[in-house]
Every structure is written in structure tokens, then in C-alpha cells.
């Protein structure tokens, strides 16, 4: 069974809604101190791994994919081993003020999108993966967080390896 990009960016848009939602409830946000340090891998210990929202990085695998309630953690694992998702981009927003969900919907989107080919090697349009991402909530910008975390999924379930080069 084939799953269209229309299905799959909505099941992403109800994804990201419902954690925005989680880290608006939470005072918390995915994105606080995320740095991005050119695509070099994440250090995770493995599975069953819970970092702090603020500590991952760009090659850091994560297993968020049932992630709801509150969140001040994710479950970080090995790329070695079956995740969710890879983080493949982090993208500081220079607004001043707070955008607003569609705003920031819209710069994560174009955002994610032109740093697609640079970590998984061919263009998104071309790519057999998808993306989704978390952006801060309105709490979390006023502490100053500015950033959009770009995370690399396969729509057709969980992925073993990093994805970075992975051209498909």
C-alpha cells in the first residue's frame, strides 16, 4: 500500500499540533538550547535514553513518535537501533516577536525543506522520507527560544542507521 505526501504531511501537521499543544501545556519547548553544529552526529548512550528537550542535537535518534502529555524529555536511542525520527537541522527564527503557530508553521516548513538535501543527500521532492519539526511556544519565546528542530521520519515506519547521506 503506497501512502500519499497528503496523507503524510497531515498525520506530520496533527503530530506537530498535538506537541505544541503538549509543550504550550508544559511550559516547554523542544527547541531552547539546541545548537546547530553543521550536521555533526548526537551522542545518545542508547536505548532507553531520556535527554532533556534542550540538549539534543543535529544526529541525535530519538524514539518521539508516541510522545504526548507533558514533555520536558525525549527518548533518545542509538541510530544503530529501530527510532522514529533523526534530527537533521536547527534553524534560529530572528523574529522579535512572538509570530504566532502559522508563522512559525511556515518558516519551519521552508526551513526543513532547504536543509533537506544537505543532511540526506538529494532533495526533498525526490526523497522517499519525510520531515517534521517543533517550534517554541509562545511561553518558551519569551525565555528567549528562537529555534525550529527539523527531524527526518520514514513514513513508512521506524528506520535503523542514520539517515544522514542515506540519498532515499
Not at 9 to 27: K, Q
Not at 123 to 149: H, N
Request: proline content about 2%.
Amino acid at each position: 500500500m503506497s501512502i500519499s505526501r497528503e496523507t503524510i504531511w497531515a498525520r506530520t501537521l496533527a503530530l506537530t499540533a498535538v506537541g505544541v499543544v503538549c509543550f504550550a501545556l508544559a511550559g516547554c519547548s523542544l527547541l531552547g538550547n539546541l545548537a546547530n553544529n553543521g550536521g555533526s552526529t548526537g551522542t545518545v548512550s542508547g536505548e532507553g535514553t531520556k535527554a532533556d528537550v534542550f540538549t539534543i542535537k543535529v544526529g541525535d535518534c530519538l524514539n518521539d513518535g508516541s510522545a504526548e502529555g507533558d514533555v520536558s524529555t525525549v527518548p533518545t536511542i542509538s541510530c544503530a537501533k529501530q527510532h522514529d525520527s533523526e534530527v537533521f537541522a536547527s534553524i534560529k527564527m530572528t523574529d522579535s516577536d512572538f509570530p504566532g503557530v502559522d508563522a512559525e508553521a511556515k518558516q519551519a516548513t521552508a526551513g526543513c525543506t532547504a536543509q533537506f538535501s544537505g543532511f540526506i543527500g538529494i532533495d526533498y521532492s525526490s526523497s522517499s522520507l519525510s520531515f517534521s519539526y517543533y517550534y517554541p511556544t509562545k511561553s518558551s519565546w519569551a525565555q528567549g527560544d528562537r529555534e525550529i528542530v527539523c527531524l527526518a521520519t520514514d513514513p513508512n515506519g521506524k528506520t535503523t542507521g542514520t539517515l544522514k547521506s542515506a540519498k532515499r
